[in-house]
């Protein structure tokens, strides 16, 4: 059975910087992309960024120059690098792993950018 673990959420100043991570317990074969969501109080899930198993990063461009995704060598394990970050990105942030017969996802992790 497959879990993902993701880490790193909290509060935390307009300007300031956090760092999540989702890592993934159990076989999973053949990552196509892993991804980040987000869905902030009132709204809708949104695409926050994209990695491939080839590396190709895409972003949403209301994140675009703030934040990085990248993942480990071994490749279970993807990483969410924030910086700038301001009241509109708080939200709860999904990590998804995507193979090509199945999604897996993660429980979410709170961000709050607040002063």
């Known amino acids: 059975q497959v879990q993902l673990v993701e880490a790193g959420g909290g509060l935390v100043q307009p300007g300031g910087s956090l760092r999540l991570s989702c890592a993934a317990f159990?076989?999973?074969?053949?990552?196509?992309?892993m991804v980040w969501y987000r869905q902030g109080p009132g709204k809708q899930r949104e695409l926050v960024a994209r990695?491939?198993?080839?590396?190709?990063?895409n972003y949403a461009d209301s994140v675009q120059g703030r934040f990085i995704i990248s993942r480990d060598n071994g490749g279970n394990t993807v990483y969410l690098q924030m910086n700038n970050l301001k009241p509109e990105d708080t939200a709860v942030y999904l990590c998804?792993?995507?193979?090509?017969?199945?999604?897996?996802w993660g429980q979410g992790t709170q961000v709050t950018v607040s002063a």
């Open positions: 990695i491939s198993s080839g590396g190709n990063t």
């Open positions: 998804s792993i995507m193979t090509p017969t199945r999604s897996y």
């Open positions: 159990g076989s999973i074969f053949s990552i196509h992309r």
